[in-house]
């Protein structure tokens, strides 16, 4: 290596010890080692439950879970961010923030009742997602949706304060339940597709009672009045991220939806395995986005290029570190899971190359928010989507598990693409205004 590389080397160090050195970073660092911890925890439940149940079964449990995820994405309604954006800069004005976290309360109130009016409908869901089989499976996890979508709201408020370490801890402590239940199943053998699905559905029932705990008081009760008129401002703002997050709800599970509806269950759990394996991914992008929301929405204009030199640089080396686990996948698999569980090792492959396309494209897209621009997130969303739900049906009905993960492959360079292009021109009008 000649002086000038390796002094180039030096820099890019010292860039990256600066920025773990600064809240943001130290923030991030506490928000993705729990999320590390609460990944490997997840592995160890699947490692368990996908052994113990088989292909079958498992698939079946993939399924519920993910028609929770679903639920749960569809409800939020971009709470969360919009009221970091409108509370996040007056938290000590009690009296002018009260009404937009009261208001959000009472909108994910409802929600529980537009959960509720689902379950009629579940027979239905479940001829469509693989027989009777999948009826106890979609009950239990709607229930379970309920808890989780009301979480959804201590959550929003423990972002809006940063108070990342009690998330962090929350998130851990929560993990480590689940995967003490689990092994609590397994050494009385009795681990069945139900006593899995009782066990989430206790996570998320103790979720929103130790979020309600835990959640920062604000004292000052407002009026029904002055909750309506936030809600409207948070509307004005969210109404794009209304249709964003209901199609990225749709679409990150996706997958196993099209899979459960089209191919056998034993399918379904091969991909769910593959899937299983590769959710360290969100979860490290979910702790970026965490820490990044409010940062972002205060960052000055002059900072901007940085900040997407920052972000480029640290996913180029995320992805570097990740390439020699793609390409150990199939020993891997295989020896953890068992040759009845080879037919995860591709489309597991693929999945992580699309993660790791869409580790280089999400930090970029909180600009939009700081811009007070979600409605070009949204049209990128709509395109990417009726992208992506073509490629699903004509892929996975194709190829099975492997046609539903090329499908997200392709959506996400696309995506990145399409984003790319958004993302430069806003960049220059708002320099070209500044200037």
Known sequence: MTTDSMQRVRQLGDK??????????????????????????????????????????????????????????LTDFGVSTALVRFTSEHLNDKPRVAPYFQGALRLQLLVVLVILAIVPFTPRLAEFLGGPEMRLPLYIGLISSLFLSLGTYTNALLQTYQRFKVIASLNAGLSTLRTVLYLSLVLTSALTLLNALVANLVVAVLTLAVGMYLRPRIGVRSSWLEQKLALKEMYRFGKWLVVSYALNAVLSRLDLVMLAHLRPASEVGHYAVALQLAMFMPLLLSSLTTVLVPKVSALPDSEVRSYLRNTLFGAAAVAAVLIPLVLLAGPVIEFVFGDKYAGAVQPFQLIMGSFILTLFINPPTLLFYKWNKPKILTYMNVITATTLVVLMFVLTQRFGAVGAAWALVINAAFSGCVFAVLLRYQLERVESVAS
């Open 16 to 73: 990256v010890v600066g920025l773990a050195r600064t809240r943001t970073g130290r923030s991030s660092m506490v928000i993705f080692a729990a999320s590390l911890f609460s990944a490997a925890l997840a592995f160890v439940v699947a490692y368990f439950a996908a052994r113990t149940l088989g292909p079958e079964s498992y698939g079946r449990l993939a399924t519920a879970n993910a028609i929770v995820v679903v639920i749960v994405g």
